[in-house]
């Protein structure tokens, strides 16, 4: 490199940094180094690190399963990465072509989405399947709504309210649903008049 210029490498330095650190730590790093003749090269996970470096700076790898090598793909990312959104950084700027949500809870609001889908399929078809269905979403019912209550992504906890509406339309009836839905706003305009 040219005379009297410095090279750092700096290789997943966001381990361990607190979200606000890490949000932090390329501003704080280059005030420190202000008047040096440093050159940084980042290897890093973070989307917060990432927002902070221009795209021409960046460098997206890809692992090449064939090869079982690192391949260059940044000619193939149209995503500009100084100043993005973390969210659209972290989906985009490092393949998470599977959306942002834990597997663990994906996998349970698709056992719902599952469910309902099986139940969407097969209940036209045979009331004897209807009465197998009804079974299963007595005993699953319950944990359905629990997963339902506590989902986080207000958006999502809607669509996944939605479809268990159906489906205690479906097994036991507009009627009810309706009678269980106005006591449902009755209690929260009681709890509303309480608190007034």
Same mark, same amino acid.
């Given at each position: 490199?040219?005379?009297?210029?410095?090279?750092?490498?700096?290789?997943?330095? @966001? #381990?361990?940094?607190?979200?606000?650190?890490? =949000? +932090?730590?390329?501003?704080?790093?280059?005030?420190?180094?202000?008047?040096?003749?440093?050159?940084?090269?980042?290897?890093?996970?973070?989307?917060?690190?990432? $927002?902070?470096?221009?795209? &021409?700076?960046?460098?997206?790898?890809?692992?090449? @399963?064939?090869?079982?090598?690192?391949?260059?793909? $940044?000619?193939?990312?149209?995503?500009?990465?100084?100043?993005?959104?973390?969210?659209?950084?972290?989906?985009?700027?490092?393949?998470?072509?599977?959306?942002?949500?834990?597997?663990?809870?994906?996998?349970?609001?698709? @056992?719902?989405?599952?469910?309902?889908?099986?139940? /969407?399929?097969?209940?036209?078809?045979? /009331?004897?399947?209807?009465?197998?269905?009804? *079974? #299963?979403?007595?005993?699953?019912? /319950?944990?359905?709504?629990?997963?339902? $209550? *506590?989902?986080? &992504?207000?958006?999502? +906890?809607?669509?996944?309210?939605?479809?268990?509406? @159906?489906?205690?339309? #479906?097994?036991?009836? =507009?009627?009810?649903?309706?009678?269980?839905?106005?006591?449902?706003?009755?209690?929260?305009?009681? $709890?509303?008049?309480? /608190?007034?």
């Amino acid at each position: 490199y040219s005379k009297g210029k410095k090279i750092i490498l700096l290789d997943e330095i @966001e #381990l361990s940094l607190h979200p606000q650190w890490q =949000k +932090q730590y390329i501003n704080n790093l280059l005030k420190l180094f202000e008047f040096n003749n440093v050159h940084f090269i980042f290897v890093t996970h973070s989307p917060f690190l990432l $927002s902070d470096i221009p795209k &021409e700076n960046v460098i997206f790898l890809v692992k090449d @399963e064939e090869k079982r090598l690192c391949k260059n793909v $940044s000619k193939d990312i149209r995503l500009k990465t100084f100043g993005a959104n973390i969210h659209t950084l972290l989906s985009n700027g490092f393949f998470m072509n599977d959306g942002l949500i834990g597997e663990f809870a994906k996998n349970k609001i698709n @056992e719902i989405k599952k469910f309902y889908e099986i139940v /969407k399929f097969l209940e036209p078809k045979n /009331k004897k399947y209807k009465r197998i269905l009804k *079974i #299963l979403y007595l005993f699953k019912i /319950k944990k359905f709504k629990h997963i339902q $209550s *506590i989902i986080g &992504e207000p958006f999502l +906890q809607t669509i996944i309210k939605n479809y268990l509406d @159906e489906l205690e339309i #479906l097994f036991n009836g =507009k009627k009810i649903f309706l009678d269980k839905e106005i006591e449902r706003l009755q209690e929260l305009r009681k $709890s509303l008049n309480d /608190k007034a």
